[in-house]
């Protein structure tokens, strides 16, 4: 696609439930991070992906966040027993190469949980 | 770890230019970027700069880096309303594979 697509564009769940956000990079792009941005903060980092494995996940705040990237391409950020914190907008981005000077974001999932 | 700090908010007139100003505390940062981002709209990358550099130019745009004070400022020229948004300065080390952000300035822009 023309940019990075990330669905859906808004979650609503309930406290408890599990969530899947997907993320759609740049065809080609071999970089792949996650971000979380909270109400009037600026972005903090998660996870990257560097091809299919996982080369950075030290962002991710505790084992209920998981992080895949299957074929190298599409990832899922996978939020186990939501809790009301974890409402944020996740921000996905992609890069050609590892110079984070040419990621691309995309528009966020914004997740909200009641 | 690295820690990025900004100002909350600015407002300037249409016309005036506009200076934005960011700090860091980690000296090895290599990269440094400014986006912006406006309402219900994703990250923009507007101009970064390495860190063996003092100024970068890009038409409106003006990055200045001073490495001894670990400060970064974005100079846009005459401010038009739609740069009404909100910017943020990151940082990034080595490879450039992770970004620390600032928590972001708004920038108003009064007709």
């Known amino acids: 696609g023309a940019g990075v697509s990330q669905t859906p564009s808004n979650k609503v769940t309930e406290k408890g439930k599990y969530v899947e956000l997907r993320c759609d990079p740049i065809?080609?792009?071999?970089?792949l991070y996650w971000y979380r941005q909270s109400l009037g903060q600026g972005p903090e980092f998660l996870i990257y992906f560097q091809g299919t494995g996982a080369a950075d996940d030290s962002g991710l705040p505790n084992d209920r966040f998981f992080a895949v990237r299957p074929e190298g391409s599409v990832s899922t950020l996978k939020i186990q027993r939501t809790e009301r914190g974890d409402s944020a907008v996740y921000l996905c981005?992609?890069?050609?190469?590892?110079?984070?000077?040419?990621?691309?974001f995309g528009q966020g999932t914004r997740l909200t949980v009641v | 770890g690295e820690d990025v700090e900004q100002s909350l908010f600015l407002s300037v007139r249409e016309g005036d230019s506009s200076v934005i100003n960011c700090t860091y505390t980690?000296?090895?940062?290599?990269?440094l970027y400014w986006y912006k981002q406006e309402p219900g709209a994703g990250l923009q990358l507007l101009t970064y700069i390495f860190s063996n550099m003092d100024m970068k130019q890009d038409q409106r745009l003006t990055v200045l880096l001073n490495k001894k004070d670990k400060h970064l400022s974005l100079r846009i020229a005459d401010t038009q309303t739609g740069d009404s948004a909100i910017y943020f300065c990151a940082v990034a080390y080595n490879a450039g594979n992770m970004l620390t952000f600032g928590g972001g300035t708004r920038l108003m822009v009064k007709p």
């Open positions: 980690d000296s090895s940062s290599t990269y």
């Open positions: 065809s080609g792009h071999t970089a």
């Open positions: 981005a992609s890069s050609g190469d590892r110079v984070a000077s040419e990621a691309f």
